[in-house]
């Protein structure tokens, strides 16, 4: 069983940045954040495979957040630039087997969670 432990997460005013951690307890495949706003179902926003050279950004959140992992700390990052309030929600971070490097934006791929992290964004 592998833990993951995501940090970071805070208050910050529209337009600010944050960096999300989420250090695993053991090597680990594919990483991915995901995110559920207050009454909404948690969304897909992005992923990595193991050697860092593909990613996979929603939509909604590329050219703003970037997404890193240094497998040497068994940790992947978040960085989340030119905040706005609708990314207001509790951020999860989630991996897959260290044999599984692929990325996917599906939730069932992922076998492992954290227990999320909130993140704030005032106007």
């Known amino acids: 069983q592998v833990h993951l432990e995501e940090s970071g997460g805070g208050l910050v005013q529209a337009g600010g940045s944050l960096r999300l951690s989420c250090a695993a307890s053991s090597r680990t495949g594919a990483m991915a954040w995901f995110r559920q706003a207050p009454g909404k179902e948690r969304e897909f926003v992005d992923a990595?495979?193991?050697?860092?050279?593909?990613?996979n950004y929603a939509d909604s959140v590329k050219g703003r957040f970037t997404i890193s992992r240094d497998n040497a700390k068994n940790t992947v990052y978040l960085q989340m630039n030119s905040l706005k309030p609708e990314d207001t929600a509790v951020y999860y971070c989630a991996a897959r087997p260290l044999y599984i490097s692929s990325i996917t934006y599906y939730e069932s791929a992922y076998r492992y969670w954290g227990q999320g992290t909130q993140v704030t964004v005032s106007s």
């Open positions: 990595i495979n193991y050697n860092g050279g593909s990613t």
